[in-house]
């Protein structure tokens, strides 16, 4: 087997902050048109395609993986990162040899295989990535729970195209100065699949996820390096622990004969009773009475939630997923709105209760304002990082007052006086930021998001926004006497991202600013990347990423969130 050399994991080393407005940069390549585009949003399923590099079927897997599903990953989904962090793991000469002689689905390994790696980077889901020994073709591990340097003994269990996932057995070697276990604060880490991280330092955690922007916008933007601005440190939650207003514990549902035979001993519950989170690497529920990372009122309401659960479970026909949500108390003269709202904002009990009811209503704090939207529809998980992150929105959108105020600056821009919230929910944003505006738009696709989010305005003595139902394309429709030079724009769309419909009318929109906060910052780059060069390749001026961040939403998992900024230059 002649040697692979892998290509370095590891992304750019840290940068310091993006003092503001990037220099001015070259212009996009025209390497970058159309189809490029697409072929790089492609890319990793075009590896995990079974056609060889000049577009022909490959040659049929081998006897032992013929009767294994070839499945493509979900685009951007955490299977197609992995992916793409694998190929690069390997190395570009590697996968074309792999695929080139068809054999890229043959594991080197057997399933339940027991084998000791080393790891050599960690993936942007978290996972640990290792390659086999060199005896071996090159192939990768996907292992979770274990750090860069360690040595570790893993079980396969599952192959995929140049990798198979492994359970992590034992860390043989540690990695001294990443690893210190006495820092994990719950019993299940582990073994539950809610948390990567505990063993960390905090500050290991906000380099990873700067890492992973970096990465990210390496792999799917699409853009040259000149392109990318600088990414500063990523923004802590002031919570590590104790933050996640929302947790979502689920359970089977009992088997039939438990169903027949009536109640259960609730004080010792039968083992097939579980009640919690799935395990790490499987669907199995395993029984979680306690969740660190969740507020103290969601600890202290899940108890008595499982008790009543396990006393009335042979009356349950399915598996049902629970909601409990963190919510202010909302005394019922406040409920049924009797009370003006200038009072409610004033009066507003700061005690916290748990709802448990989707269609019941969760009121939370964010700075001077406060939001009610419906349990079951989506708002922020993490209250504690709300106002840090719509600050650094706010202070993204009004630069320091140089840039604005110095006229003879190349960089002058007029004060922003409209603002656009894109996919706008409850109204976050737009709410937070409506004072620094004249007038406020929102759209959004939920009908109960947009009530809620016309609901706060009011509740919060805001006159200056209208929110409409719909989706998100059809907000140009409705904003096109707003001032381009004055307005910003703000996206903020699930996890899939934008579509090219909504990217063609915000550049025939062309507004001064856009604003792109996302969950999800894999299909951000993406949709950053095809923005910049779809406005490069139109008449006027163009678009360029200002600044962009790493938000830490979920302290002791690899989840990131991701604030972009763009301006026209
Ligand atoms: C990540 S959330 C952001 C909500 C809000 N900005 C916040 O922070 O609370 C994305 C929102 O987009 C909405 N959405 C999904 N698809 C949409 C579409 N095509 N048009 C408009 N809104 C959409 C979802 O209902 C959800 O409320």
């Not at 192939?139 to 860069?148: G, H, Q, R, T």
Request: hydrophobic share 35%; proline share 7%.
């Amino acid at each position: 087997m002649s040697e692979h050399k892998p290509r370095s994991c590891s992304p750019a080393p840290a940068t310091p902050e993006s003092p503001g407005r990037p220099e001015k940069r070259p212009r996009l390549e025209a390497l970058y048109d159309d189809e490029a585009v697409q072929k790089a949003a492609e890319s990793t399923s075009n590896i995990i395609s079974s056609t060889n590099n000049n577009g022909a079927k490959s040659k049929k897997p081998s006897r032992r993986n013929r009767k294994q599903k070839h499945a493509l990953p979900e685009p951007y989904s955490p299977e197609f990162v992995i992916a793409k962090d694998v190929e690069n793991l390997l190395g570009k000469k590697a996968v074309e040899q792999a695929i080139g002689d068809g054999t890229e689905w043959d594991a080197p390994l057997e399933q339940k295989e027991e084998i000791q790696v080393t790891v050599s980077c960690l993936s942007s889901t978290g996972d640990a990535l290792c390659l086999v020994p060199a005896r071996h073709k090159p192939w990768a591990i996907v292992a979770p729970l274990a750090l860069p340097g360690e040595t570790i003994r893993v079980r396969v269990y599952k192959h995929a195209r140049l990798y198979s996932h492994a359970d992590l057995l034992d860390v043989v070697t540690p990695n001294p100065e990443w690893r210190d276990m006495d820092r994990v604060q719950c019993k299940y880490f582990g073994k539950c699949a809610g948390c990567q991280y505990q063993m960390l330092s905090y500050k290991k955690q906000l380099d990873l996820k700067r890492d992973v922007v970096v990465k990210a916008y390496q792999n799917f933007s699409n853009l040259p390096e000149s392109a990318i601005t600088p990414i500063g440190t990523t923004i802590a939650s002031p919570l590590e622990y104790g933050y996640r207003t929302k947790i979502t514990p689920h359970f089977d549902a009992p088997p039939k004969s438990a169903q027949k035979a009536g109640a259960v001993d609730s004080e010792n519950p039968p083992d097939w009773l579980k009640i919690g989170f799935n395990q790490v690497g499987t669907r199995k529920v395993m029984d979680i009475e306690e969740c660190p990372i969740a507020t103290p009122t969601l600890n202290e309401s899940l108890g008595p939630l499982r008790k009543n659960i396990i006393e009335k479970i042979h009356t349950y026909k399915k598996g049902v997923s629970l909601l409990l949500r963190d919510s202010l108390e909302i005394p019922p003269t406040q409920a049924n709105e009797s009370q003006k709202f200038t009072d409610i904002l004033t009066s507003s009990s700061e005690k916290h209760v748990c709802v448990t009811d989707h269609k019941g209503t969760v009121r939370e704090r964010v700075g001077d304002k406060l939001f009610e939207y419906v349990a079951g529809s989506f708002f922020q998980n993490n209250n504690s990082v709300l106002l840090p992150l719509t600050s650094y929105v706010r202070d993204a959108i009004f630069p320091p007052s140089s840039t604005i105020a110095d006229p003879s600056s190349h960089t002058a821009r007029p004060r922003p006086t409209h603002l656009v919230d894109a996919y706008c929910g409850s109204g976050l944003f737009a709410l937070t930021l409506a004072p620094h505006f004249g007038t406020v738009a929102g759209i959004e696709l939920s009908a109960d998001s947009i009530r809620s989010a016309t609901h706060n305005a009011a509740l919060n003595g805001l006159t200056n926004c209208r929110f409409m139902a719909g989706d998100a394309a059809h907000i140009f429709d409705t904003v096109q006497d707003f001032p381009r030079a004055e307005t910003v724009l703000i996206i903020d769309p699930p996890r899939k991202g934008t579509d090219e419909r909504f990217i063609e009318q915000l550049l025939a929109f062309a507004c001064e600013t856009v604003v792109y906060v996302s969950c999800n910052v894999h299909t951000q780059a993406r949709d950053v990347g095809m923005i910049l060069r779809k406005s490069e390749e139109r008449d006027g001026r163009r678009y360029v990423l200002e600044t962009l961040r790493g938000f830490d939403l979920f302290p002791q998992t690899a989840h990131v969130e991701s604030v972009a900024v763009l301006r026209l230059e």
